[in-house]
């Protein structure tokens, strides 16, 4: 999935690298704001009038924690959206990484239809968006 990610938008797959190794990574795509790409699934294709960049995965190692590494991947990907002309940055956290996404500028987001989507994700799971 992540191979059909870079097929579709190789401008929001990168690495970020510092120190002599990988300090993080960012896997991103053009998407639909208030809707949330099926888990363990394809797309197939990007939206024809997308209006966010969705941040699918994003992970920063424990060398580039405390060194800025996801404050220049978040940097990033702001300037790509920019570049884009999407107006915000949206994605599901999990795994209790919350605070995380808040300290970085994103809000959490609810509906009933995203509760609907969310629930394959997981109990912990939660829409979040930035808007730049």
Known sequence: MFEEKLDLFP??????????????????HPWVDNDIPSLDAFLDQLPDAPD??????????????GRGAAATLIERLTDIAKRERLPSLALVSMYGTE?????????????????????KYGAAAVYMKKII
């Open 52 to 65: 966010c960049l969705f941040l699918h995965d994003v992970a920063i190692s424990a060398e580039g924690r």
């Open 11 to 28: 401008d929001g797959c990168f690495a970020f690298e510092g120190g002599g190794g990988l300090l993080g990574y960012a896997i991103s």
């Open 99 to 119: 605070p995380l996404w808040r300290r970085r500028g994103f809000d959490c987001f609810r509906s009933d239809a995203l509760s609907v989507q969310l629930a």
